[in-house]
Each structure stands twice: as C-alpha cells, then as structure tokens.
Nanobody
Framework: QVQLVESGGGLVQPGGSLTLSCAAS????????MAWYRQAPGKERELVAS????????NYAGSVEGRFTISRDNAKSTMYLEMKSLQLEDRGVYSC?????????????WGQGTQVTVSS
C-alpha cells in the first residue's frame, strides 16, 4: 500500500531555512504528481506546493512563492521541499501527498507529517 514518510522538520528562527523530505513506497512514484500540505494550529490544512511526475510543472501557494522550492528525485522515490526565509506563519505540520495522475490531484494518502516550528 501507499506509504509516505516525511522528515526534516524542526525548530528554526525567522529567516532561517529547512529542507523537508518525503520518502515514498508502495506505488510507482515516477507516475504521479505529488504535493506538500501544511496545517497550522487551529487552521485547516492548506496546499503549499505541488509538482508533476516529470518535474516540469510546479505550483505554489502565494504565501510561499519565491521562498519555497519543491523538487523530486524519481530514482530515489523521494520528494523535497526547500524552505528559505521562514516566517512565523510558516509553522505547522507539513505532510506530503500523492496525486491522482501524473499532473494533478486530488491529493491523498497522507504521510504522518513533520513538525516545523518557527520561533525566535
């Protein structure tokens, strides 16, 4: 079955950087779009970024555009989220999700998530 395991979260000061990883198994990773979501305390889960199966297309939430970069390594069945210039508003549990096709969602089969804390 689909398994997604996130890692790389932690505590970082405002302005700092983190890179998250999502290790996938149980499906043909290279055939599906993938996405990162986050959920802050008391808020609904929101889509942060998505990437097509071949890495040619990516989309970002407006709040992270220019600061976050989504990427993937199909040979390693792993997706990444490089986060720079982190702000307090970026805190939350970040989860990866599998798309329904090579280019889009709906996204599901969530991982357990990794906590990102931005604090001075």
């Amino acid at each position: 079955q689909v398994q997604l395991v996130e890692s790389g979260g932690g505590l970082v000061q405002p302005g700092g950087s983190l890179t998250l990883s999502c290790a996938a198994s149980g499906f043909i990773f290279s055939s599906y779009a993938m996405a990162w979501y986050r959920q802050a305390p008391g808020k609904e889960r929101e889509l942060v970024a998505s990437i097509s199966s071949d890495s040619l297309y990516s989309n970002y939430a407006g709040s992270v555009e220019g600061r976050f970069t989504i990427s993937r390594d199909n040979a390693k069945s792993t997706m990444y989220l490089e986060m720079k210039s982190l702000q307090l508003e970026d805190r939350g549990v970040y989860s990866c999700a599998k798309g329904a096709s090579a280019f889009s969602g709906p996204f599901g089969s969530w991982g357990q998530g990794t906590q990102v804390t931005v604090s001075s």
